[in-house]
Structures are given as structure tokens and as C-alpha cells.
T-cell receptor
Framework: DQQVKQNSPSLSVQEGRISILNCDYT??????FLWYKKYPAEGPTFLIS?????DKNEDGRFTVFLNKSAKHLSLHIVPSQPGDSAVYFC??????????FGGGTRLMVKP | NAGVTQTPKFQVLKTGQSMTLQCAQD?????MSWYRQDPGMGLRLIHY???????DQGEVPNGYNVSRSTTEDFPLRLLSAAPSQTSVYFC????????????FGSGTRLTVV
């Protein structure tokens, strides 16, 4: 049973438009969430995070929104750039402070 | 500062062979962990360690062993490789309790034939 789910395996967006990546979770004990970005042949790198005491966190072009009642978070990228093309994972720390990951969404930003 | 170093980057094994995937970090991080990445499954936790001499199982530990004799190193052993272990393996480290600053290695792509 996946505790963190990303239901869209891929997303294609035009350069300059908004990209919205979604993530759902089932474990109500999760109180911190992270988004990682992964390029081919590289390890995941941290992008942005949010604590459950907030409903929004912004860092430049990247904003994460958290809806605790719906157990849903989303990552907004505005404006999207070709260099943003990557796989994005949402994750939450669970047992032992270790991360539980969603299945990932492959974002393709077309020039 | 090298961060998290994984070796080898690529490996092909025959079914039944054993091998060790190496992971070393130079950040004096307390926590280390191993994940495998499979298509559509994200990254799944295999084993983790919260300090030298302490290890625990993650979500998918079967067929793998770990040990943590030093803070820096956290090797992953495949005892008898199976085709189901074909995957990309990532090692990660973080400073410790209360820190969510995880650093990942660049991965080892393993194929078992």
C-alpha cells in the first residue's frame, strides 16, 4: 500500500506556462513533505519542502501547496523552462526519519 | 567535498552471484540509507542506519544485507542475485534526527541476467 502517490506518470507543458505536479498521501502522521528533482543518470536533488503547519511555501519559481484535509500537495512551477524537464518525486519522512517516495512524475517542458 | 559516492556506477551479474555496492559519505552524516528505483514505483527503502553499528530494515529488505562499521561507509550486499534485483540503487545520507536534508549519490545501475 503506497502511502505517497503521484497519479500522473507524465506531464507535458509549453515553455513559459505553469506546471502543476500533484501528490496524495494516506498517512495522516506525515508532518513534513519534500519535493525532489531527478535528471537521468543522476541522484535525486532536493527542490523544496513544506511543514504541515504551513499551507504554502515558495522559493523562486517553485511553490508547494499543502491541503491537509484532503491529504494532497502540489508543486507549481511558474514559468516552466526546458531545464525543468526531469522526474519529480514527492516524499515524506516516516519511520526512522527515512523518506517514503511517490512513484514520480516525468515533466517535459517543450520550447 | 565529494558528498555521497557510490561505486560501481554500472554492474552486470549472473543469477546467483553475490556482490557489494559501495557507499561512502564525507559529510559526517549520522543517517544513511539505501533505496532502489524501479519504473512507476519511485524509490523504495531497502535498509537504513541511524549510526555506526545500528541498522534496520526498510520496505524491501529481502535479498540484501547491510552493515555500518564506520560513520562514513554503508555497503549493500546482494547475497545471491536474482533478476528481480535488476534496478537502480541509490544511497543517501542525512545529518540525523530532525534533519530532512538528504543527499543522494548518483546511483548504481545493476542488471541481473
Amino acid at each position: 500500500d503506497q502511502q505517497v502517490k503521484q497519479n500522473s506518470p507524465s506531464l507535458s507543458v509549453q515553455e513559459g506556462r505553469i506546471s502543476i505536479l500533484n501528490c496524495d498521501y494516506t498517512n495522516s502522521m506525515f508532518d513534513y513533505f519534500l519535493w525532489y528533482k531527478k535528471y537521468p543518470a543522476e541522484g535525486p536533488t532536493f527542490l523544496i519542502s513544506i511543514s504541515s503547519i504551513k499551507d504554502k511555501n515558495e522559493d523562486g519559481r517553485f511553490t508547494v501547496f499543502l491541503n491537509k484535509s484532503a491529504k494532497h500537495l502540489s508543486l507549481h512551477i511558474v514559468p516552466s523552462q526546458p531545464g525543468d524537464s526531469a522526474v519529480y518525486f514527492c516524499a515524506a519522512p516516516g519511520a526512522g526519519n527515512m523518506l517514503t517516495f511517490g512513484g514520480g512524475t516525468r515533466l517535459m517542458v517543450k520550447p | 567535498n565529494a558528498g555521497v559516492t557510490q561505486t560501481p556506477k554500472f554492474q552486470v551479474l549472473k543469477t546467483g552471484q553475490s556482490m557489494t555496492l559501495q557507499c561512502a559519505q564525507d559529510m559526517n552524516h549520522e543517517y544513511m540509507s539505501w533505496y532502489r528505483q524501479d519504473p512507476g514505483m519511485g524509490l523504495r527503502l531497502i535498509h537504513y542506519s541511524v549510526g555506526a553499528g545500528i541498522t534496520d530494515q526498510g520496505e524491501v529488505p529481502n535479498g540484501y544485507n547491510v552493515s555500518r562499521s564506520t560513520t562514513e561507509d554503508f555497503p549493500l550486499r546482494l547475497l545471491s542475485a536474482a533478476p528481480s534485483q535488476t534496478s537502480v540503487y541509490f544511497c543517501a545520507s542525512s545529518p540525523g534526527q530532525g534533519s530532512f536534508s538528504y543527499t543522494f549519490g548518483s546511483g548504481t545501475r545493476l542488471t541481473v541476467v
